[in-house]
């Protein structure tokens, strides 16, 4: 067997333990250095390893203090932090000439975006986002058996994707603009837009959208019409008031088919020429499944199922939702974005 990745982790804060615990018990990878203003925080991944058998990743409050000392005994980045340092970060990672695994959502700006793609194809290293539904095998199949024309034309998609998101997370950095770059839509509704930005195979042309921040200085809720480029038709909406839970359907109308999935890539329903099909549940486990992807993309055993490519696609529709919202639900042309 080839030697682990050495992996380093900026921002080791809860998402970043949630997934650690997993991850510390594949053999694929070692954790090398972690990097958080919070001491607390980079303990606690500490702890995560120690426990799990593994030596105890080097600490630094200061991610490119740990870029410039550890670099070179590197081989990946996985980069989990609020929204608005993603683009910093993740260029300060690719200019350090290494792979990375960014979380979602990519970027909050379509410059941003323009920007890492440039650093990456200039650096020519992988680069993948951390979408849970973009690396899903159900989406991956599901994007394949599209593109074939096995479900024929596109018609029309909606999608939904709600949470009791406001009082989870009140007063957390999520709910902190100048932190999280958006609210319920750019945070958990953000695997709903780029799960179906994936699936659509087209660029979106117009958007007109509708906030509500019951009071908040980010969006609770949002809903969303839109018209892509190949003519079919799309609703998102997103519901971050509620009683506790989370969940997703998507649902993609096409000439021959119709394709129900949820924003994570969790399930699966095909109804085929009129017969339903059972629902097939994703296999692997959903702290996993993200990361075997990234791994095997690097090993360039499969084609990187979440590019910045479509995370600029990502970006524009952000930037429209966030125009015409602004504006009223007023239809902004995405070509209008840049």
Known sequence: MSRPVRLAVIGAGLKAAEYARSWVRLPEIEFVAAADVSVASRQRLIDICVSAGRDAPREFDDFRAMLAECKSGLDAVYVSTPHVFHAEQALAVIEAGLDLFLEKPMVTTVPEAKALIEARSKADKTVVIAFNGALSPLVSDTHKRASAGEFGELVSVSAAIWEGWSSKYDGQWKQKPELSGGGFMFDTGAHMMNTVCLLVRSEFERVSAYMN??????????????????????????????????????????????????????????????????????????????????????????????????????ARLWDAIKASAARNGESVRISDIG
């Open 213 to 314: 921040n019951y009071g908040k200085p980010i969006d609770i809720t949002c809903a969303v019409a839109a018209r892509l480029e190949n003519g079919a038709l799309v609703t998102l909406n997103a519901a971050g008031e509620g009683p506790p839970g989370c969940a997703s359907h998507i649902t993609l109308f096409y000439s021959k088919a119709i394709v129900r999935i949820d924003a994570w890539g969790a399930w699966r329903e095909i109804e085929l020429e009129g017969k339903p099909g059972a629902r097939e549940v994703a296999e692997a486990p959903h702290q996993e499944s993200p990361l075997k992807s990234f791994l095997a993309v690097r090993r360039g055993e499969e084609e990187n199922p979440s590019t910045v490519e479509n995370g600029l696609r990502f």
